[in-house]
Nanobody, 123 residues
Framework: QVQLVESGGGLVQAGGSLRLSCAASGRTFNNYAMGWFRQAPGQEREFVAAIRWITGTTYYADSVKGRFTISRDNAKNTVYLQMNNLRPEDTAVYYC????????????????WGQGTQVTVSS
């Protein structure tokens, strides 16, 4: 059974940094794409970043490009989201997700989801 477990959220001041982790288990993820999404209260879930596990190819939403970095550690089966220069508008619950093969931004196409971790950025 696939499990995705996020950690690393918290409260930070604007301009600060956080690193989110997503520990994946239950299968081999070599051919998977791993994505980070976020959802603020009253808003739709939105794409943040994604990575193809086997190639390391990455893709970012324009709103986070240059500030966030997605990466993976094959030995630990873990995907990270390094978030720098955080802004109040980054406040949301952040979710890790996985899907087979193609790296895409549509959350409805992802098969597996973590429980989410809260990120709050104060001004």
């Amino acid at each position: 059974q696939v499990q995705l477990v996020e950690s690393g959220g918290g409260l930070v001041q604007a301009g600060g940094s956080l690193r989110l982790s997503c520990a994946a288990s239950g299968r081999t993820f070599n051919n998977y794409a791993m994505g980070w999404f976020r959802q603020a209260p009253g808003q739709e879930r939105e794409f943040v970043a994604a990575i193809r596990w086997i190639t390391g190819t990455t893709y970012y939403a324009d709103s986070v490009k240059g500030r966030f970095t997605i990466s993976r550690d094959n030995a630990k089966n873990t995907v990270y989201l390094q978030m720098n220069n955080l802004r109040p508008e980054d406040t949301a619950v952040y979710y890790c997700a996985a899907r087979n093969f193609a790296l895409i931004t549509d959350s409805s196409k992802y098969d597996y989801w973590g429980q989410g971790t809260q990120v709050t950025v104060s001004s």
